[in-house]
Each structure stands twice: as structure tokens, then as C-alpha cells.
């Protein structure tokens, strides 16, 4: 399934990196379209795969969205002062493609209690939390879309607009990120498990060009089906391939940085004739040290 489990790894570690400036295929790092916004699409990893709910790609999430919030002015420095709660990042999980999953929400509110104003937005009314009007979105400083079904994700979203919301957040400053379906979504289209056996998916939302595979290395057949698919048609190219414990971060559908909490783990980027290339192997985009 898209929706990730847990497993063990080590999610506190940064891979090494030197600090030199590296890219992707000329072809992802010039593909911006209209939308503007920051999204980040981890392929697996985070707080849905830690067994402690500790990951250093939420932890760089949550100093984007530190400084999204400074940058704003969101909260005055008296009242910063006064309740330190309300200068903690605005943090809204979105649980859709795991149907509002209980325990999912449990786990991340665990894991960012004390370090954001945590928020869910759940489309099926899950008690205690309860309908919440899309609009909420808007005034986060950080979404973060579970994993789960692409295809029941995308089929909501629509029916209650919220798809209109996320753009209108991120070209407001938001930070968009999601694991697995929920980096599957950004995308023109993806290879998702959402139908049972891996299939193409065509209807993503649009934001980025082309199309993704989430747990790129760590489930079976999703390399070989996802380079079949590129190659023959199925799937529109550039094709951007995430491993678990990384994430490709992405400024006005521009590919930028490579974030990574495992030594193994890497991004890569398959071209219309199904060849696999390291995202970053082009030497552009700076891969992010976690660590500070």
C-alpha cells in the first residue's frame, strides 16, 4: 500500500553530504509551471515510519515552517512573550488517504506535541476532531499529507475543493509536504498500489510535472514498473524516483534540495526514455545537512 508502516531504521540520521552545490536533470530543474509555492514529497520516512516517531526530514520540515512563521510576522513578539504556544509553527495533518486513521493522527500529534501548533483536517468527521471546513489550510504554516490511496485522496480532495485550498495556501507561503500518496498528489502522475498491483495514475493534481514513485527501492516491482512506464508512454516524464528517508524539496516546481535521514536513501530522475539518473547528479541543487 501507499500508506507507509512502521519500520526500523535509523530516522534520526542525515546522510553525508559535502556542502557543494549539486542538481537535478536539466529537465525537472527547469520544469516551472504556474503553480508557486513550496512543497517537499518524501518518499517515505518521517514520523509514518519511525518507530520512536523522531525523523530529521520532520525536523527540517518544522524549521521551514519556524521560518515561514518569522518571516511572516504571524505572531507579535509581546505575545511570543506572553504564550510561547503561539510562536510555535501552525502544523495541519491531512490523514484523507489513510481514511482518517486514528492511530496516524495519534502518532503525529505525538510526535510534534510541544514543537507546533498541531491541527488536523479530517474530511470523514473522525471524533474528536470532528469535519473541519477546508478553509483552515490557509492559516498554517506547514500541511502534511499522510499516506494511504492516492486515488481515495485525489477523489475527495476534489469533492470538497480541497486541491482549490492547498494552491491558494502555498502561493499564501504554506508549506506543502507529504509522504507517499501524499507526495504521489503534487504530481501530474504516479505509480501507486491504490487498485491493488502497481499501477499508473494519471489524474495527480498538477503542481510538479510529470510523475513520482514513493519507496522507490524498498517495495517490490516498483523500480521496474515505474522505468516501464516512463519509457513506454504510461507515465509523463520527467519522472522523479523518492527512497524511503528522503525527500526532494521543490520551490515554484523547481526541484532544489535533496533532504535524506539515511546514508542509503537518494532521489533520482528517469527521462522519457526510461533511463535512471541521481536527481542530483548534475551538481545544482544543494542537498540539505539536516543536522543545522
Known sequence: MDAPGPVTADSARTAPRDDTTLAPAADIAEAVGQFRGTIVALGGGGFSMSETGESAIDDALLRMARNRRSRNGSVSEDAAVEDAAAALPRVCFVPTASG????????????????????VLSLFGQSPWDYQDPGIL?????????????ANLLSLWRRHRV????????????ILAGISAGANCWFEASSTDSFGPLAPLTDGLGFLTGSTCPHFHSEPGREESF??????GSLPSP???????????????????????????QAFVVDEFGTLRILDELRRVRAVDIDG
Do not use: C, K, N, P
Request: net charge negative; no cysteine.
Open 100 to 119: 482518517d486513521s486514528r492511530d496516524y493522527i495519534e502518532r503525529f500529534e505525538a510526535a510534534f506535541a510541544g514543537r507546533a501548533q498541531t491541527h
Open 239 to 265: 519522472g522523479t524516483a523518492i527512497d524511503d528517508h528522503a525527500a526532494v524539496v521543490y520551490e515554484d516546481g523547481r526541484a532544489t534540495s535533496v533532504i535524506v535521514e539515511a546514508e542509503d536513501a
Open 163 to 174: 486541491d482549490e485550498v492547498l494552491r491558494r495556501a502555498a502561493a499564501g507561503g504554506t
Open 227 to 232: 522505468l516501464r512506464w516512463i519509457a513506454d
Open 138 to 150: 490557509e492559516g498554517m504554516d506547514l500541511i502534511y499529507v499522510g499516506g494511504g490511496s492516492t
